[in-house]
């Protein structure tokens, strides 16, 4: 009797060998399926052909397992196949962890961005004129922030509000950061301004809504400047990632990634700040990440615990905007600081993470 029931577990180890075999050599080309679905921009997943594969299945079944355990089993083997290769998708991508382990450090005239210590992006919303830049520019420099954001090209929900002032207002912000010693970071919205903008700033920075203008996107990627990319109204984080690939492939690895909050049905806040996506893209990219949390909130009220969350969940920094009087602000009033209210938010943050130590 110990010998028949020895020999039948010989018989099934023999099989689990197969079986393993078998699964792995499926694996393999579920593997190639996927690089040829990728090349011809296929979704991955497809349950017609997965129905289609079931009922194959359970035509043939002839026992003795019930046919909805032959599903159940072949669905737990199609949904890993899927997720294989996700996960060498995951793995192909230039921005991914699993490419580049280490992290990006980015320089901006001489500013570290993402070696641990905290960078800060701070400026009015649109370049209004000399004056009101160079208010905020005092502020920004006595604060200790290097990096000066300000919009000359505003896309606009309404098109009859404000839309900038275009390259004069790229030149504005060039002048007054020479004079405070800053680096630009301002937003372009069009392919064929981006080399005439590489004049003025130091960091392009694509908006929200053009998250996914591949052709701008393709653009920053050929110019030999530091991008900030910020995440789509209502992107997932994969579209957020993938756009970055765009950037990166085009050879121009310096990215910085910005959540700026999604629409949800949430009316509280002007957006939902996703903070948890901050560790996530730490996790899967080896890009650093800031939080705009102006644009994610829209309430002056709250933008200091929202940055004192960022910077506690991992945040390479933090944006907001400033304007030296945001009642007449021509863009955005409700939600920018004035300069007083924008000294308390500097101390407080600076109290809660100073800057200048690892923050890892």
Known sequence: MSNHLEQLRQQLDSVNTELLELINQRAGIVQQIGKVKEKQSINRYDPVRERKMLDELTEKNNGPFENSTIEHI??????????????????????SRKMKPEDTIIDIKGE?????????????????????????????????????????????TSPYDFQGLGVEGLQILKQVADEYDLAV???????????????????????????????????????????????????????????????????????????????????????????????ILKQETHLPVMVDVTHSTGRRDILLPAAKAAVAIGADG?????????????????????????????????AFAPRGTMQK
């Open 112 to 156: 570290k961005v993402g070696n641990g210590d905290l960078q800060h992006v701070m400026g009015p919303c649109s370049v209004e004129s000399y004056d009101q830049v160079a208010q905020v520019a005092e502020a920004v420099k006595r604060n200790g922030v290097k990096l000066l954001r300000g919009g000359a090209f505003k896309p606009r």
């Open 185 to 279: 970071v301002s937003e372009i919205v069009n392919p064929v301004h981006v080399e005439k903008a590489l004049d003025y700033v130091d960091v392009i920075q694509i908006g929200a809504r053009n998250m996914q203008n591949f052709e701008l996107l393709k653009a920053a990627g050929e110019a030999n400047k530091p991008v900030l990319l910020k995440r789509g109204l209502s992107a997932t984080i994969s579209e957020f990632v993938n756009a970055a690939e765009y950037i990166i492939s085009q050879g121009n690895g310096d990215i910085i990634l910005c959540e700026r909050g999604i629409r949800t049905y949430e009316k509280a806040t002007r957006n939902t700040l996703d903070i948890s996506a901050v560790p």
């Open 318 to 350: 933090v944006m907001a905007e400033v304007h030296p009087d945001p009642a007449v602000a021509l863009s955005d009033a409700a939600q920018q600081m004035n300069i007083p209210t924008f000294d308390h938010f500097m101390n407080e943050l600076d």
């Open 74 to 95: 072949f669905k737990e083997i199609f949904k890993a196949s899927l997720e294989l290769q996700e996960d060498d998708h995951r793995k192909a991508l230039l921005v």
